[in-house]
């Protein structure tokens, strides 16, 4: 996430996190990154206890549905970070990539993380080409491509090995 937010030129006013029931991003891109509002969005209630950023502070906006149930405002968001967008079914993604291109400002940057073939840890997986071809066709720009190794990963649901592909993009123009 910190790569990616190199991109943005110091705009720093609207970022949406697309699973982080924890808040632990959220509370870094309010406090450190001096976002003046988040909108996190994660199917889990957990996102709603108060954990790291009280549930007063006004700067956070917490939903409670699924990503692709969610409607994202056009042109709002100067930073995108989709941190579990990899167990999104691979039939909503285009939707979903669809959406969050209209969500951002013509400047803003779109970080993803999803899972690479052979991860294990989650039930969906893509090629790089796969990914390209997802973001050209949802009009991102791909302009930084990370694909991790695979390493042990004891998640909370199933331990597995986790190999993953981040991407950072923006608008095409």
Known sequence: MKKALSY???HRNNALILGDASLVQSKYLIEVEKFSRVVDVD???ALLDD???GRNDQRLERVVKPFDEF???TDTFDFIYGKSIAFNPKKTV???LDGLNHSLKSDGIFCAVWAAEGDSFRNVQYTEEE????YSNSGLEIIDL???PAVPNRGLLRPGISHTINVI???TE
């Not at 990914?131 to 997802?134: A, F, G, P, T, Y």
Request: charged share 25%; glycine share 8%; net charge positive.
């Open 8 to 10: 943005t030129n110091g």
């Open 43 to 45: 199917i889990s209630p």
């Open 51 to 53: 954990g790291p950023v």
């Open 71 to 73: 409607l994202p405002p």
């Open 94 to 96: 285009r939707t979903l």
């Open 131 to 134: 990914l390209r071809r997802l």
């Open 146 to 148: 990370d694909c991790q």
């Open 169 to 171: 993009a923006k608008k």
